[in-house]
């Protein structure tokens, strides 16, 4: 079973950038295609970017793209969420997730079983 550990977050100002690393233990990491998502205080968690096993395809939220770069090392058993251009309202928990279906990655939570801790980014005005 793979555990999942994200680190990297913090406080930023706008227009900053972050880059948030998702480490895999117990299991190899190339054998997940990995999910990045967040949750904002009092809203529902949701789909921020998604990257395939091995690293060919990857996709984003419309309120991300041109700006959140998804990749993954799996010889080092690390995916990274590049933040760019960092807005207020990327304020959240950010999450990594694990999906064993497939190869690819998915919008739908449902479709990861295995989950990171999660960690705070905020950025401030």
């Known amino acids: 079973q793979v555990r999942l550990v994200e680190s990297g977050g913090g406080l930023v100002q706008a227009g900053g950038s972050l880059r948030l690393s998702c480490t895999a233990s117990?299991?190899?990491?190339?054998?997940?295609?990995i999910g990045w998502f967040r949750e904002a205080p009092g809203k529902e968690r949701e789909f921020v970017g998604g990257?395939?096993?091995?690293?060919?395809?990857?996709g984003y939220a419309d309120s991300v793209k041109d700006r959140f770069i998804v990749s993954r090392e799996n010889a080092e058993n690390t995916a990274y969420l590049q933040m760019n251009n960092l807005k207020i309202e990327d304020t959240a928990v950010y999450y990594c997730?694990?999906?064993?279906?497939?190869?690819?990655?998915?919008?739908?939570?449902?479709?990861?079983?295995?989950w990171g801790q999660g960690t705070q980014v905020t950025v401030s005005s």
């Open positions: 997730a694990g999906s064993s279906i497939g190869t690819s990655w998915y919008r739908d939570a449902a479709l990861y079983t295995y």
């Open positions: 117990g299991h190899g990491l190339i054998y997940y295609g």
């Open positions: 990257v395939s096993r091995n690293g060919e395809s990857t």
